[in-house]
């Protein structure tokens, strides 16, 4: 079984401070990375989707890069609000299959 | 509006019973999933299906059947031989044409076995 781990598990920051999580993955047989925010009582939503080594991509405030030699991306947040409070889900795709969802990271910004 | 809808909300059954959740889009995605969540895990993969009359064990297969008769539709069912069956269920679909398209999620089903 094809194994994702980010973390940190959960962190809490206060607002505007700018923080960074970490997805590690298999680096064999990469088709896709995708990052998705996952907000309470609502459905995970697609941030990112990242197919080529050395990848960044930019929504607002947030930022990923993507290296696949290595099996690691990263999400960056940066000057953090209240409304960025979500879990924050990596999920590694190889073609023909599924996505393969890590844990994912529990974010908590306070005013 | 396009999207996807799992139903129901919140779904009870008794121990022994098969029960079945619903999951339908309009958005002519051709592949659809099945995930589930417990409490401390990640998203793990039950079941998918990248086009009609085909699908594809997942991780977690065992105690589940589901079947793709249409391209908008696709039902999970939940059997008996599950042996831990609480849990929350996420459908989700994807246009497979397009490699930088996400999934769209729908707002999942939470199950409870009494």
Known sequence: ?111 | DGGITQSPKYLFRKEGQNVTLSCEQNLNHDAMYWYRQDPGQGLRLIYYSQIVNDFQKGDIAEGYSVSREKKESFPLTVTSAQKNPTAFYLCASRYSGVSELGYTFGSGTRLTVV
């Open chain 1, 1 to 111: 079984i094809l194994n994702v781990e980010q973390s940190p598990q959960s962190l809490h920051v206060q607002e505007g401070d700018s923080t960074n999580f970490t997805c590690s993955f298999p680096s064999s047989n990469f088709y896709a990375l995708h990052w998705y925010r996952w907000e309470t009582a609502k459905s995970p939503e697609a941030l990112f989707v990242m197919t080529l080594n050395g990848d960044e991509k930019k929504k607002g405030r947030i930022s990923a890069t993507l290296n696949t030699k290595e099996g690691y991306s990263y999400l960056y947040i940066k000057g953090s609000q209240p409304e960025d409070s979500a879990t924050y889900l990596c999920a590694f795709g190889q073609a023909g299959t599924a996505l393969i969802f890590g844990k994912g990271t529990t974010l908590s910004v306070s005013s």
